[in-house]
């Protein structure tokens, strides 16, 4: 198994709803990212986990919340999110954090606040 | 905070055509990292480089690490309709973080 699996693909939510992305590899890496891109941007990192630990947090709103239950998964969970949030959520995962190991990437949720 | 800058933002070429795009920092990385992004899609990475002055081949996409580990450049030979796409470079940081930061992106199309 050589994929990063994100779902839901698509996700449309309202301000006040609570709902959580989810993220899951099966490859043995055990550094896993959070990154968000708008449209015509490149990703931009929001989270990192290293042996599912927290390691980076970019000054990212509370309103967002990480969640590594084991080395497999990674969750980001959603709060009161405003409009500008809307935007295409990568996770991606490498062997381990730095050494100049590649990122594989799943295919993003695309969200939508409303 | 440590930029990455990619040129050009747009290219637009014939097929058959030769391209060169550029990647371009004033901070040292400990690699960089080139992707190709779909529309819709997440990026999918072609290759990483690590050493300074180092060139890597993938079919028709020779990669390049400048010497001082600063910046790279991407060659596609003889373009193909399937090259399209938008094109990432990714820089490492050297400290501890380890983090991957993207540069602006290249987006290619290349006309039949």
């Known amino acids: 198994d050589t994929e990063v699996t994100q779902t839901p693909k698509h996700l449309v939510m309202g301000m006040t709803n609570k709902k959580s992305l989810k993220c899951e590899q099966h490859?043995?890496?055990?550094?896993m990212y959070w990154y968000k891109q708008k449209a015509k941007k490149p990703p931009e990192l929001m989270f990192v986990?290293?042996?599912?630990?927290?390691?980076i947090n970019e000054s990212v709103p509370s309103r967002f919340s990480p969640e590594c239950p084991n080395s497999s998964l990674l969750n980001l969970h959603l709060h009161a999110l405003q409009p500008e949030d809307s935007a295409l959520y990568l996770c991606a995962s490498s062997q381990v954090l730095g050494q100049g190991y590649g990122y594989t990437f799943g295919s993003g949720t695309r969200l939508t606040v409303v | 905070t440590q930029l990455l800058e990619q040129s050009p933002q747009f290219l637009s070429i014939q097929e058959g055509e030769n391209l060169t795009v550029y990647c371009n920092s004033s901070?040292?990385?400990?690699?960089l990292q080139w992707y190709r992004q779909e529309p819709g899609e997440g990026p999918v990475l072609l290759v990483t480089v690590v050493t300074g002055g180092e060139v890597k081949k993938l079919k028709r996409l020779t990669f390049q690490f400048g010497d001082a580990r600063k910046d790279s450049s991407l060659h596609i030979t003889a373009a193909q309709p399937g090259d399209t796409g938008l094109y990432l470079c990714a820089g490492e940081g050297m400290d501890s973080s380890y983090k991957l930061i993207f540069g602006s992106g290249t987006r290619l199309l290349v006309r039949p």
């Open positions: 986990y290293s042996y599912e630990k927290l390691s």
């Open positions: 901070s040292v990385f400990s690699s």
């Open positions: 490859m043995g890496h055990r550094a």
